[in-house]
């Protein structure tokens, strides 16, 4: 399962390191915050699958929680706070489609899932749907390093999945 999920974070490096359309070097840097995101996200979400809280409830507290730092950090640099009606509306639309359902989603997947490293990949198809969704329509165009990437991280999110419920079956 590790060696697949090795594979599908693999897609992920081809797809960001070749955004211009060229494959590119691979910043060392930029490779140890992913992986540092991506720790940070997995005991984030080890520690809150011991949380009786409701989702909503912890929502709600890291939505308000992160506006106060947001606000905080604003004030200290000395910037003001203006609150203009269309970055309002694509900040609620990005906080409500791209965080808040899919955290709501991703806690009842992870509550309900008998094994967290099976569903660990999951979250990559997520942007592989949204690439589809912006091509069609915003037309924005899809590099050729996105292909290989995208493949890497379907075939690396299946065949876990695969090795999850072979070794599940063997168990039983």
């Known amino acids: ?14 797809i960001t390191s070749g955004a211009t359309g060229t494959l590119g070097p691979i910043d060392p840097a930029g490779l140890a915050f992913v992986a540092a995101s991506t720790v940070v996200f997995a005991v984030y979400w080890l520690i809150n699958a011991k949380n009786d809280m409701p989702s909503q409830t912890g929502l709600i507290i890291c939505f308000a929680v992160s506006f106060a730092l947001a606000a905080c950090t604003m004030a200290m640099r000395g910037e003001t706070f203006v609150f203009a009606l269309r970055p309002a509306l ?25 094994s967290v490293a099976r569903i660990s990949t999951i979250p990559f198809l997520g942007p592989f749907l949204g690439l ?11 590099a050729w390093t996105t292909v290989p990437g995208l493949m890497l991280i379907a075939g690396g999110t299946l065949m876990q999945q695969r090795a999850a419920a072979g070794r599940n079956a063997s168990a039983s």
Do not use: C, K, Q, T
């Open 1 to 14: 399962e590790l060696f697949w999920m090795l594979v599908a974070y693999s897609g992920v490096v081809v």
């Open 90 to 114: 694509a900040g609620s639309y990005v906080g409500l489609f791209d965080l808040a359902v899919p955290y709501i989603l991703w806690g009842m997947a992870i509550r309900l899932s008998s």
């Open 132 to 142: 589809v969704w912006i091509n069609l329509i915003l037309h924005e165009p899809i």
